[in-house]
T-cell receptor, first 119, second 112 residues
Framework: DAGITQSPRHKVTETGTPVTLRCHQT?????MYWYRQDPGHGLRLIHY???????DKGEVSDGYSVSRSKTEDFLLTLESATSSQTSVYFC??????????????????FGNGTRLTVT | GESVGLHLPTLSVQEGDNSIINCAYS??????FIWYKQESGKGPQFIID?????DKRQGQRVTVLLNKTVKHLSLQIAATQPGDSAVYFC???????????FGTGTKLQVIP
């Protein structure tokens, strides 16, 4: 495993409540990501971070916010959970953020996920 | 839209046989491809990657083949073992990890 811990592993919450998921890494990688995984959709990027306090939106960012105050921690917050946010959430890290002009590629390494159920 | 897809949702293979999992991609601008293995209840685990300037890359018991002409990627697993049972999916990168697109996966079942 790549030294990524997600907490909690399971969470059941009610619609309208705030929820925060935590991702902690021990690899000192600069780049961190939050994905959600739903049947038939594959992994979809919610938000990502390219450094402390540097974050940006992914393709499914509505209803989510993130914060990164330290290199090792990346938090995902659902301000007011909805049933459509029931999913499995994965944190990932990478050594390189890699641009199209870069010859250096590094794969994403994932945590073991948080299963969130919004009732 | 552009997408990464898999030809077969489920693949059953006899233990000891070779497995081939296929993936089609549609974006010719993609220049980096990754295969992941995901076991039940776990996160995706990196298996092997390949850059677009290569046609083949080998790892331990695994080989990835890239055919840019037909936009096709395959993962070959030699001497498939019960521990190989999992969902496998490919991903393509068009530059920057915010631009990674993941396939939905193929479930590999190994028959003892």
């Amino acid at each position: 495993d790549a030294g990524i811990t997600q907490s909690p592993r399971h969470k059941v919450t009610e619609t309208g409540t705030p929820v925060t998921l935590r991702c902690h890494q021990t690899e000192n990688h600069r780049y961190m990501y939050w994905y959600r995984q739903d049947p038939g959709h594959g992994l979809r990027l919610i938000h990502y971070s390219y450094g402390v306090k540097d974050t940006d939106k992914g393709e499914v960012s509505d209803g989510y916010s993130v914060s990164r105050s330290k290199t090792e921690d990346f938090l995902l917050t659902l301000e007011s959970a909805t049933s459509s946010q029931t999913s499995v959430y994965f944190c990932a890290i990478s050594e390189s953020g890699r641009t199209s002009s870069s010859s250096y590629n590094s794969p994403l390494h994932f945590g073991n996920g948080t299963r969130l159920t919004v009732t | 839209g552009e997408s990464v897809g898999l030809h077969l949702p489920t693949l059953s293979v006899q233990e000891g046989d070779n497995s081939i999992i296929n993936c089609a991609y549609s974006n010719s601008a993609s220049d980096y491809f990754i295969w992941y293995k995901q076991e039940s209840g776990k996160g995706p685990q990196f298996i092997i990657d390949i850059r677009s300037n290569m046609d083949k890359r080998q790892g331990q018991r695994v080989t990835v083949l890239l055919n840019k002409t037909v936009k096709h990627l395959s993962l070959q697993i030699a001497a498939t073992q019960p521990g190989d049972s999992a969902v496998y999916f490919c991903a393509e990168n068009k530059g920057g990890y915010q631009k990674v697109t993941f396939g939905t996966g193929t479930k590999l079942q190994v028959i003892p």
